[in-house]
Nanobody, 123 residues
Framework: QVQLVESGGGLVHAGGSLTLSCKLTGGTFRPYAMGWFRQAPGKEREFVAQISHSGLSIYYGDSVKGRFTISRDNAKNTVYLQMDSLKPGDTAVYYC????????????????WGQGTQVTVSS
């Protein structure tokens, strides 16, 4: 069974940086695309970033573009989210997800989800 485990969340001041990690186990033989989502209290889950299996196709949500960087290390079965210039509006639970879809476009369905990690940005 595929499992995703996020780590790296915490409390930072506005303008600070944080790096999230997500390790995938139990299904590494598949070419998963990976994504990051977040959900703040009272709001819908929001797309943050996506990276293809090869790492050559990357997408960002408008609210984080230019500040966040998604990357992956397939040898470690791990995807990362480098978050810079953090704002209080970035406060949310961040989830990583994996998709079995192939291609270079946006993923339409994610098949596996992690438990989430809390990111809090204070003013």
């Amino acid at each position: 069974q595929v499992q995703l485990v996020e780590s790296g969340g915490g409390l930072v001041h506005a303008g600070g940086s944080l790096t999230l990690s997500c390790k995938l186990t139990g299904g590494t033989f598949r070419p998963y695309a990976m994504g990051w989502f977040r959900q703040a209290p009272g709001k819908e889950r929001e797309f943050v970033a996506q990276i293809s299996h090869s790492g050559l196709s990357i997408y960002y949500g408008d609210s984080v573009k230019g500040r966040f960087t998604i990357s992956r290390d397939n040898a470690k079965n791990t995807v990362y989210l480098q978050m810079d210039s953090l704002k209080p509006g970035d406060t949310a639970v961040y989830y990583c997800a994996a998709s079995r879809e192939s291609g270079s476009g946006l993923v339409t369905k994610y098949d596996y989800w992690g438990q989430g990690t809390q990111v809090t940005v204070s003013s």
